[in-house]
């Protein structure tokens, strides 16, 4: 019958109860062992009314982090139990509790650098600048998608919604198979040539007038009846401009170029008629 990771933690806890018992004398068979720990942490050790408990990190068991889990967090959290026992050895994370620890097999560190998932919403794994890998939760993933910079020392380097990312877990648990998403890609936008009517001049040009460009969607402006006025001309050309997304500057210039007018008499008709075709000034 194949052993289960849990088993396989549980026979490692009873090896160590009995390498303490050996070295300081207690009794760790009143400990209770359970697997409900979710999100960065991979163990926990700790004491309620009298009682020792330890928890560990059941996804971590799933995956690569269950040799650290095995070698180094199970003495880490047994080593907090023989100093609940007796004080005299250690506390929290001490010198005192770093020698229990390494006595018991374990490194003596204070943390891990194995992957988490967290205990509530999404994980997710980015790709950063620098191409490392770093886990974030729902709200700094939120913040980078609206446009923030995610910034992680050591030189890893920065997170944007330009870099590709995977949802690799859910409330505590590792996909199986993670979910890949492309980073946002924002293309420059095409200049698209703009074309001028030619109707409006009292003589046509020799050469016709170089294409005005704009962006970001294609613009043209239909021939004007004869009869047309400047003014019309003008309000048209602001309407079109303004739905293809045009500046104040693009307008006035195509306004200039269909008129005639000059750059102080364009800016005149464009404020004269703006309420006309509905544009705030």
Not at 231 to 259: C, H, N, P, W
Not at 263 to 273: H, P
Request: hydrophobic share 35%; with cysteine.
């Amino acid at each position: 019958m194949q052993v289960t990771p849990t088993q396989k933690i549980i026979t490692r806890c009873k090896e160590i109860f009995a390498k303490a018992k050996e070295l300081y004398g207690v009794d760790l068979s009143v400990v209770t062992v359970s697997f409900d720990l979710r999100g960065r942490p991979a163990g926990m050790a700790g004491r309620k009314a009298g009682r020792y408990y330890m928890k560990f990190n059941r996804d971590m068991l799933t995956r690569e982090a269950f040799d650290h889990v095995y070698n180094d967090t199970v003495p880490h959290e047994i080593a907090h139990i023989v100093c609940y026992m007796k004080p005299e050895l250690g506390a929290n994370h001490d010198a005192g509790w770093a020698r229990v620890c390494r006595a018991l097999g374990g490194s003596g560190a204070r943390t891990h650098n194995e992957d988490v998932v967290y205990g509530k919403g999404y994980t997710y794994e980015y790709v950063t600048d620098r191409g490392h890998k770093v886990r974030i939760g729902d709200r700094h993933h939120a913040g980078v998608q609206s446009g923030g910079t995610l910034r992680f020392r050591a030189g890893k380097g920065n997170v944007t919604q330009h870099c590709a990312y995977s949802i690799v877990g859910h409330q505590g648990r590792t996909l199986e198979t993670p979910i890949v998403k492309k980073p946002v890609v924002t293309a420059p936008a095409a200049r698209i040539p703009v074309h001028i009517p030619q109707a409006v001049y009292a003589t046509p040009p020799a050469q016709a007038p170089k294409p005005v460009t704009a962006a970001p969607v294609p613009v043209t402006y239909t021939r004007p009846a004869a009869t047309e006025s400047k003014a019309a001309t003008a309000r048209r050309i602001m309407l079109a401009g303004k739905a293809a997304g045009q500046s104040y500057e693009d307008i006035i210039s195509a306004i200039m170029m269909a008129t005639g007018h000059d750059r102080q008499l364009a800016r005149a008709t464009y404020k004269a008629n703006a309420a006309k075709v509905g544009i705030a000034l």
